[in-house]
């Protein structure tokens, strides 16, 4: 088998779907949203990826680093999407039995984060505004510091 040289929207989206269509936690989840190829389920998920990468046309993207890092933001997409449309699963008790459809969401989010650190160890498209930093803030006035009555 040889890898992918090339993708286009169409491409993209079956790769996504074949990532969680053989995710036994989360195969359920597609059956239930019935999410395809063909339907536009990852149409959103492509363009996050496509924005991430500042790449305006799918097609443009080729080379083997240039195709990895395609996959790997499209995996964090995925993944993201997922998060978000699992959020409101639940979990039932009757103190006999449990149902935990929220360990799709767990599941879901643990990937998401492990894609993430991918694409951040590659550089890839995480920009200033996604960044976290701190800054050092410093009071001229600092309202808890001891000032001596010169009065």
């Known amino acids: 088998m040889a890898a992918p040289t090339s993708y286009t929207e169409y491409t993209l989206a079956n790769y996504m779907h074949t990532l969680i269509a053989n995710d036994d936690l989360v195969n359920e989840l597609v059956t239930t949203l ?12 492509i363009n996050e990826t496509l924005l991430v990468l500042e790449v305006d046309d799918i097609a443009s993207i080729s080379g083997r680093d240039a195709i990895r890092q395609l996959r790997a933001v499209a995996r964090m997409e995925l993944w993201r999407l997922v998060v978000q449309r699992t959020v409101p699963a639940y979990q039932v008790s009757d103190g006999v039995a449990t149902t935990s459809r929220n360990q799709i969401w767990e599941h879901a989010k643990a990937m998401l984060e492990m894609a993430t650190a991918d694409v951040v160890a590659m ?9 976290v930093g701190k800054t050092v803030v410093r009071h ?10 010169t009065g």
């Open 34 to 45: 019935k999410w395809n190829v063909t339907n536009g389920s990852y149409n959103e998920a």
């Open 140 to 149: 001229t006035a600092d309202f808890y510091r001891y000032v001596e009555d």
């Open 123 to 131: 550089g890839v498209g995480i920009n200033d505004s996604n960044s």
